[in-house]
Every structure is written in structure tokens, then in C-alpha cells.
Nanobody, 119 residues
Framework: QVQLAESGGGLVQAGGSLRLSCAASGHIFSGHALGWFRQAPGKEREFVAAIRWSTINYADAVKGRFTISRDNENTVYLQMNSLKPEDTAVYYC???????????????WGQGTQVTVSS
């Protein structure tokens, strides 16, 4: 089993930055893809970014503004710059064995962390 714990959310003004962290524990290995998803009020959960070894995927909406990184098997980060009000959502960390797909086919999910961007 894999457990995921997000941190780093908060309130920021438009144009500002935040850095989210996700600490993974349990049976987590470098072969697991770690990803970020988000869900805004009244909307479906959507893919943000994912990473596995040197393979990285981004949603078009965040390309050039967000950067995903992983410093070991257990920790993944999401550096979010030039934030917009439409980035407001609960951000979830997710893990799956295999490629860092942009679908919701992840087996393990964190509880989420709130990001609010004010205009």
C-alpha cells in the first residue's frame, strides 16, 4: 500500500507562487509515477502534471507556469508560478505503477490541499 500526504497549499494573489509537496510512504518505488490533479468547485477532477524518471507530462493549462519535480522515490513537488484565479482548486497527489499518464488511472490518492488564488 502507498500513502500520500500533500502540503503547501494556501491563499495567494494572482501572479504569485506556491510550492506544493507530496510525501509518499509505504511501498513506493522509483518505478511509480507520481502526479498532481486538481478539482475546482463544481468541476470534475483534472490532470495537472505527472513524473516518472525522466518522463514528465503537463496539462496544457499549466505548461510554462508549473513545474513538477521529484527528489527521490518518496517526494514530489509542484512549483506553481504566475498563478491565476482559475487555478483555484483542491490539489491532489496520486501514484500509480507505470507511465505518468494524464488520465485518472492512478491507484493511490492523497487527501488534497486547498489552493486559492485571489484576483
Amino acid at each position: 500500500q502507498v500513502q500520500l500526504a500533500e502540503s503547501g497549499g494556501g491563499l495567494v494573489q494572482a501572479g504569485g507562487s506556491l510550492r506544493l509537496s507530496c510525501a509518499a510512504s509505504g511501498h513506493i518505488f522509483s518505478g511509480h509515477a507520481l502526479g498532481w490533479f486538481r478539482q475546482a468547485p463544481g468541476k470534475e477532477r483534472e490532470f495537472v502534471a505527472a513524473i516518472r524518471w525522466s518522463t514528465i507530462n503537463y496539462a496544457d493549462a499549466v505548461k510554462g507556469r508549473f513545474t513538477i519535480s521529484r527528489d527521490n522515490e518518496n517526494t514530489v513537488y509542484l512549483q506553481m508560478n504566475s498563478l491565476k484565479p482559475e487555478d483555484t482548486a483542491v490539489y491532489y497527489c496520486a501514484a500509480r505503477w507505470g507511465v505518468p499518464t494524464n488520465t485518472s488511472e492512478y491507484d493511490h490518492w492523497g487527501q488534497g490541499t486547498q489552493v486559492t488564488v485571489s484576483s
